[in-house]
């Protein structure tokens, strides 16, 4: 058995799906009651189209990708994609985020957290202030310490005890200060990494994601095991098989969470879990692993 | 239903300037709908690949062949790193395929007479539909276009099935000269269809859609967009409809697409999304992604 435990809960299996890589549909490929969990796609209060075309382009061992976060908003996600997760008997950790607002103004977190800690279906939830392109598509971001505190402390709050937050912290120079101070403000778990900081081939700016970044979650998520090792560390990016999971549970992650590979090869991430199973630690000859 | 295997290449051959590959695809073949795909994963099954986004082919033929099931016949045009592997694949090869995907074209109750359009390989997606209208009784008239011949897919099978066919090239080269969006009300007129399915380029199914409305016929669009995971996952293929209800809504084009009533596509706003991506996307019947 592989099972974890992140954040008080208890997950059937390390390997996770990330936040806007899976949802019903992998469900065919990857059964989804097989995952420790399924992170879905970020939700915000309100409902948001998101960007222009092109949203997802094919780079070297990678997807360059600016979705702009489209989602039905709270409502629509309540009605349609969260029972049909629950129905297909996923773990579901719902990513949320707030939007960018003016002092005075509302972001929505804190409705978020209320009406979807409350729900029986939801394990957790994940904030998302990675996105590398949250300033251009109007989307709260949080760099500085203080800054994480508050929008951690602000979700925290609005959640019943027994639903953790976690906190999705970009891999980038500070991300150990980000992590503690998610800690202190009352984060169950920290998800390190995200996509890297990238553009579009037409400029705009944009996330790298898959197998290309695989090396940069494993310096972050290094440091803040190392620098903060009672804290769970949940890792994100770059994972195209089972001996980068085992690389990065070596490392100190708890779980790792697959993302663009799952879009590559949908019986990826259920693959990888089975694997992961029967051998959970990394053999000698892939030791510094990920090859 | 659709599945996820390694296909192995049972034949390929070139025709003009396309590549025919017949795959044993376990599985696939037997689920198989008039417009459906199926997508092709770039790289040795089971080893890193730098292409990390799916290539959508139309599934053209599907034929029983002893000892192997139901194999799936494609058409690849290698204009792209990926199209050109795929065309470079030798016999026993293997890849990785997902299929059958997409909503297929709704066929009609009744007898009624029916047009075909399509262009350049998106007449590929036509054949399977063609036949499948042929043994209801549907009166079958076709218009086939490309911008030269070496792009005209074989149409022999085809015309078995047809009461009468047009043949237009950009340059003249077989049949008359000119594109399939200039022909398309005239052909439409004579052919008296009460249904016009199209596989083509944005130009030509924007016509379609335009020339069923005229003349108070339906129209089934099989849209052809760059398609990054083609399961439904990443959001990559925003489709802009208008739904049901009267409200405008952007809808994943490898999901409720690639087939959609052409009444309920926005064109305009599908076309100027198209006419920002550089490449051939607006332009041929390409059910592709980066090619
Ligand atoms: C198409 C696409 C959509 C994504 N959408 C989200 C999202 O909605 N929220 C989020 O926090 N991360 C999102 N991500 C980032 C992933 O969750 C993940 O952190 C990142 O891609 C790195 O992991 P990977 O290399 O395994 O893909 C998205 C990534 C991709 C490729
Ligand atoms: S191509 Fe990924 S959702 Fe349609």
């Given at each position: ?95 949320v985020?707030g ?7 509302s972001d929505?977190l804190v409705?978020l957290a209320r009406?979807?800690g ?7 939830l994940?904030l998302?202030l ?10 709260l971001?949080a760099?500085e310490p203080h800054a994480v505190a508050l929008a951690v402390g602000a979700v925290v709050r609005e959640l019943p005890p027994?639903v953790p937050l976690w906190a999705k912290l ?7 200060a980000a992590a503690r101070a998610a800690a202190e403000a009352g984060a169950g778990a920290v ?101 | ?291």
């Open positions: 058995m592989s099972a974890v435990r992140v954040s008080g809960l208890s997950l059937r299996s390390p390997v996770l799906v990330a936040a806007g890589c899976g949802g019903r549909e992998l469900h065919a490929w990857s059964p989804l009651d097989a995952l420790g969990a399924v992170v879905t796609r970020t939700v915000t209060l309100d409902a948001r189209p998101g960007a222009r075309w092109p949203r997802v382009v094919e780079s070297p061992a990678g997807l360059l990708h600016a979705t702009g976060r489209p989602n039905p908003g709270l409502e629509g996600f309540l009605a349609g994609e969260l029972p049909e997760l629950v129905r297909l008997g996923a773990r579901v950790v719902v990513s985020a939007v960018a607002a003016l002092p005075g103004q929505g409705p009406r979807l409350a729900l029986p279906g939801v394990a957790a994940e998302d990675a996105t590398p392109e949250a300033a251009h598509q109007g989307l971001s760099e027994g970009p891999g980038r120079p500070g991300v150990v998800v390190v990494g995200g996509a890297v900081p990238a553009a579009l081939p037409d400029g705009r700016p944009c996330g790298l994601s898959g197998p290309a970044i695989g090396g940069v979650t494993r310096r972050w998520v290094r440091e803040v095991c190392d620098a903060l090792p009672a804290l769970d560390v949940v890792a994100s990016g770059g994972v195209a098989g089972v001996d980068d999971v085992r690389a990065l549970r070596a490392l100190g992650a708890v779980a790792v969470q697959v993302g663009s590979v799952a879009l590559h090869d949908p019986a990826a991430p259920g693959r990888i879990a089975a694997e992961l199973a029967v051998r959970p630690s990394p053999s000698p000859d892939s030791r510094g692993g990920a090859a | 239903m659709s599945v996820h295997v390694t296909a192995e290449v049972l034949m390929t051959k070139r025709i003009g300037a396309h590549q025919h590959l017949t795959l044993v695809a376990p599985g696939v073949g037997e689920l198989v709908r008039p417009g459906s795909f199926l997508a092709a994963s770039i790289g040795r099954p089971g080893e890193a690949t730098a292409h990390l986004a799916r290539r959508p082919l139309w599934i053209h033929k599907v034929q029983p062949m002893a000892g192997y099931g139901a194999t799936v016949q494609v058409v690849v045009e290698p204009v792209g790193p990926g199209t050109r592997w795929l065309a470079g694949l030798a016999v026993g090869d293997r890849l990785d395929v997902t299929g059958p995907l997409g909503r297929p074209f709704a066929l009609p109750r009744e007898p009624v007479a029916t047009l075909l359009v399509g262009e350049a390989h998106g007449v590929a997606a036509l054949q399977l539909l063609a036949e499948r209208l042929h043994e209801r009784g549907c009166p079958v008239s076709l218009l086939l276009g490309a911008p030269d011949e070496a792009r005209l897919l074989p149409d022999l099978e085809l015309r078995r099935t047809a009461r009468s066919v047009v043949v237009v090239t950009a340059d003249g080269s077989v049949g008359q000269r000119g594109d399939v969006a200039d022909l398309v009300g005239e052909t439409l007129r004579r052919s008296e269809a009460q249904v016009v399915y199209a596989a083509a380029g944005l130009p030509a199914l924007h016509a379609v859609a335009r020339a069923a409305e005229e003349h108070g016929a339906w129209s089934q669009t099989a849209v052809a967009m760059p398609l990054p995971c083609a399961t439904g996952l990443c959001q990559g293929c925003p489709l802009p409809v208008v739904a049901e209800d009267g409200v405008q809504r952007t809808v994943r084009g490898c999901v409720e697409g690639p087939v959609v009533r052409g009444d309920r596509v926005r064109w305009d706003d599908l076309r100027a999304q198209a006419a920002a991506v550089p490449g051939p996307v607006g332009s041929a019947g390409r059910a592709g992604t980066r090619p």
